[in-house]
């Protein structure tokens, strides 16, 4: 079977295209985080494969639950994922629509996980430098892990940057072995 995000993508696309071409961004973007955390629902989700409930069973319940956040076109969108047993995949939906979002907006999200807490100040160097770097708008999400024994791990998208002690040691521990 394919992966989630391959099926979540054409959708997701779809989706995104129809709100931008309506300037509903924002409300589309809620819209789907709420039928995601929906249809996670562990009540909801053994609903998802029982034979016994429609298609159309399951877009009323996910529908009538988010109510009047989805217009017409997103009580159709619903309405299609039922009908092509695609509603499993809307939290990763949900996901990809968010970051097409962010891309037309010139937002990025950057994980930055630390061996100690950040102060703001520190955040906003690191945003600054972040920022001039990726020429995008960057909002941070800060961890810690005290396993990095120093320095910071950093991660946008698929851009990884491991400024860590611990990840300075594992790159000589290797250069001595290779």
Known sequence: MADKSTIARPYAKAAFEEARERGRLGPWSQ????????I?????????GNPRVTAAELAGLVTG???PQLDEEGRNFVRTL???HRLAVLPEIAALFDELKAE????????????????????GKLAAALERRLKRSVRLQ?????A???????????MVIDGSLRGKLER????LTA
């Open 31 to 38: 819209a789907l985080r709420t039928a995601a955390a929906v």
């Open 40 to 48: 996670s629902d562990s009540r909801v989700a053994t609903l998802l």
């Open 65 to 67: 639950i988010v109510g």
């Open 82 to 84: 039922a009908d092509n």
């Open 104 to 123: 037309a907006e010139g937002i990025i999200d950057v994980m930055v996980t630390s061996a100690a807490p950040l102060d703001d100040a520190q955040r």
């Open 142 to 146: 800060c961890a810690t892990d005290p």
């Open 148 to 158: 990095l024994i120093g320095g910071a791990v950093l991660r946008a998208g698929d």
């Open 172 to 175: 000589i521990a290797y250069e």
